[in-house]
């Protein structure tokens, strides 16, 4: 949700930044744009499109200098224009800003500013805030630090959310930051000084990171850094050390992020069970929850909260923790959790799960839940972002990074641990040693089964590719697999654009039925599992109405092979893990789907990996 890259120091300005904003790519990709001290003035560059444009606009017209700021952009105020490309300057053209948030009063502030004689080139929310920094530049120019005073100025009449990185001709090395909501994170290095929306566009340079708080402003400059607040007398800083290196974001041999994310789930899994299974109890433990068992015993509904790929993982989370542990599960989406007044008590339980931690809207519903006082758990795989951070206790999936925009090894990180809690849970209460040894044993067994399902990754590919033609499909899955069966749609309609619904199986009959016909092919999730019987009907029920039926299977079912038109098989496993493993062909079949028809899957269109704004 837009990416930003600030550099001070002693290198070539643009290609830390134009580097640094392709790490950030997957925050937003309409348009980019960067603005460097050339010794003279403030050069800017910007260009509609993706950064490769911006790169060749660069190598036409160079811009050479040591200090810079830099954006890349998913429009929220503004088509995708090169005018509307960030930086923006403020009147006098000599402050240039970049922006990552929504300014919600932009339009009270810029009619203001209009009748004050200020000339806009933009539909942004940006240059309004350029423009505003600007104005309170000319009132503090006699103050010790008149930039940084000009931002806080400007900022303390500013609705919405922001983090942003500003400079001056006037001063020629400094650049200031400033966030409310939207991520910034200052990299520390020897001699140069960077600001960033994430840690992957630093990494390359420094894994000494800051990350910064709501309301921090921020100097940099080759000489260091200075970090005050908007709010706060007393604002306590730690820098942190990044253990990963550029070479964990980058494509490696794959084709594609998302083929390398979903190559990586056996190992993404083992991360996320390593040092959790205590063979011994029976059961898992969970280091970073903060909470006694006897107050975890106390908990008698789980709420969870996530958007997008994060929700479906907290939706398997409600059928696994409910069977195993018997605890009622409400799972919610955290756009309408925030804004509606959902009965909880003190026994209540809130999971906020995001991968990215940033998300605005699960960021949102948590602070609404803790404000009311009660107690909030993430499940995050950014360590150091704003969700892990204000969270009261949590669990990290120790994914890695994950680039590629549609998420898939966080998904099956996100069930993994949602299993695994569901038997710390279980434990707690009444299952006995011995199945509590059999879901362990089974959460084990997983990585490797993954991979079993990976080294048939060309038998889905030619499956895949015979429905690259579908206008429309459908997902069906039962129990835990019907979440598995939404993750499964979603995946095809962000990377393929092709149209796709999920329900469960034994829906299909009342409304759905309807949309049947040899145009429309319905992938059935269909294991061997105590609801089989029950999808062969349904199955039947599409197959006698034409319909092209993709099944995906236990291996050694021969008996569904003659009834579909296409089988996926995945290996036996206890049915506690047999979802998780049903999401990776999921993964694939959308992969394949969206190379055969040329998408540009690691960027589809009008999405963006981390979405910081409402
Ligand atoms: C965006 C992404 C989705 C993701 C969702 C939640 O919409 O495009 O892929 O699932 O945000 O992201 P989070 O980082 O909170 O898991």
């Known amino acids: 949700m837009c990416g930003i890259v600030a550099y001070s120091g002693y290198r070539k300005a643009t290609e830390v930044l134009v ?5 950030l790519e997957y925050r937003g990709y309409d348009s980019s744009g960067l603005c460097v001290w050339d010794g003279k003035q403030i050069s800017l560059r910007k260009k509609v499109g993706r950064i490769d444009q911006l790169s060749k606009l660069l190598a036409a017209q160079p811009v050479d200098g040591a200090v810079g700021i830099s954006h890349t952009r998913w429009a929220t105020h503004g088509e995708p224009t090169d005018a509307n490309a960030h930086p923006h300057f403020d009147q006098s053209g000599k402050l240039a800003l970049v922006h990552n948030g929504v300014i919600e009063n932009y339009q009270q502030l810029k009619e203001k500013l209009m009748a004050e ?10 240059e309004v805030l350029a423009h505003l920094v600007g104005k309170c530049y000319e009132e503090q120019k006699g103050a010790q630090s008149p930039l940084t005073a000009a931002i806080k100025a400007a900022l303390v009449q500013v609705t919405g959310t922001y983090g942003i990185a500003v400079m001056h001709e006037d001063h020629p090395g400094v650049i200031v930051g400033a966030r409310r909501g939207s991520p910034l994170i200052v990299g520390v290095g020897k001699k140069e000084y960077f600001l960033a929306s994430d840690v992957t566009a630093l990494v390359a340079y420094t894994h000494d990171v800051i990350y910064l708080n709501d309301f921090d402003i921020v100097e940099i400059s080759g000489a260091g850094y200075h970090i005050d607040s908007l709010t706060q007398a007393v604002n306590e800083h730690h820098i942190t050390t990044v253990d990963w290196d550029a070479d964990a974001a980058s494509r490696g041999a794959f084709p594609h992020f998302m083929l390398k994310e979903i190559f990586e789930q056996p190992q993404s899994i083992q991360n996320a069970i390593r040092g959790r299974l205590s063979t011994e109890e029976a059961t898992a433990h969970f280091g970073g929850l903060n909470l006694e068992p006897r107050e975890l015993r106390q908990i ?4 969870v909260t996530a958007c997008g ?7 398997v989370g ?8 018997r605890i009622p599960v409400e799972v919610e989406f955290a756009s309408e959790l925030r804004y509606r007044n959902s009965p909880m008590d003190e026994n209540t339980a809130v999971f906020v799960v995001s991968q990215s931690g940033e998300t605005a809207d699960s960021l949102a519903a948590m602070r609404e ?30 994914a890695g990074p994950e680039v590629g925009v549609a998420a898939t090894k966080s998904f099956t990180s996100q069930a993994t641990i949602f299993l695994m809690l569901s038997l710390y849970f279980g434990r707690l ?20 089964k993954i991979q079993e399902v990976l080294d048939t990754n060309e038998g889905i590919r030619l499956v895949a590719e015979k429905y690259a033609g579908a206008k429309s499909m459908l997902f069906l899955g039962r129990q835990a697999n019907y979440p598995i069966a939404m993750e499964g749609a979603l995946k095809l309609k962000e990377i393929s654009y092709i149209h796709a619904e999920a329900y469960p199986s034994a829906e299909l009959k009342h409304g ?39 099944a995906v299977a236990t291996a050694g079912d021969t008996h569904i092979k003659k009834m579909v038109d296409d089988v996926i098989y995945v290996p036996e496993v206890d049915p506690c893990v047999q979802p998780i493993l049903n999401a990776i062909p999921l993964q694939l079949f959308a992969y394949h789907i969206a190379v055969k028809l040329g998408c540009d899957v690691d960027k589809p269109r009008n999405l963006a990996k981390s979405v910081t704004v409402e």
């Open 19 to 23: 580097q640094g904003l392709s790490r």
């Open 117 to 126: 004689g200020h000339e806009f080139k933009s539909q942004t929310d940006t």
């Open 300 to 303: 008698n509904r789980i709420l």
């Open 309 to 315: 790929t994060a929700m479906h993982a907290g939706m």
């Open 318 to 325: 409600e059928y696994l923790i409910e069977e195993h542990a």
């Open 369 to 398: 839940v803790k404000r009311k006082g009660h107690r909030a758990l993430g499940i995050c795989n950014v360590v150091g972002s704003t969700i892990a951070r204000e969270s009261d206790g949590g669990i990290f999936l120790h």
């Open 429 to 448: 209460r009444h299952l006995s040693p011995v199945v509590g040894m059999r879901i362990l044993k089974a959460i084990q067994d997983l990585p490797s």
């Open 512 to 550: 759905v039925i309807a949309l049947i016909s040899p145009e429309l092919p319905t992938l059935v999730i269909c294991p061997q599992d105590g609801v089989y019987e029950k999808n062969i009907s349904n199955i039947q029920e599409v197959k006698a109405r034409k319909g092209p039926v993709i």
